[in-house]
């Protein structure tokens, strides 16, 4: 494997940086908002699961919490 000093690894990195497709701000406003919202229903659907299950074990074994 070749190596390349300092001065070229910076040009290269430079040069495959410009090449880098950035999104734009409303893209990243859009998935940033996508993302909370899928986090906040996960969140919400996990909690009513553990809620269903958490009364149907007190119903079968007769303790409560």
Do not use: Y
């Amino acid at each position: 494997m070749a190596r390349t000093n300092p001065f070229q690894f910076a040009q290269q990195v430079r040069s495959e940086v410009s090449k880098v497709s950035w999104p734009s701000r409303k893209e990243v406003v859009l998935t940033t908002s996508m993302v909370a919202i899928m986090a906040t229903l996960a969140a919400i659907f996990f909690f009513l699961i553990d809620q269903i299950v958490q009364f149907g074990l007190e119903t079968i074994l007769g303790v409560a919490s």
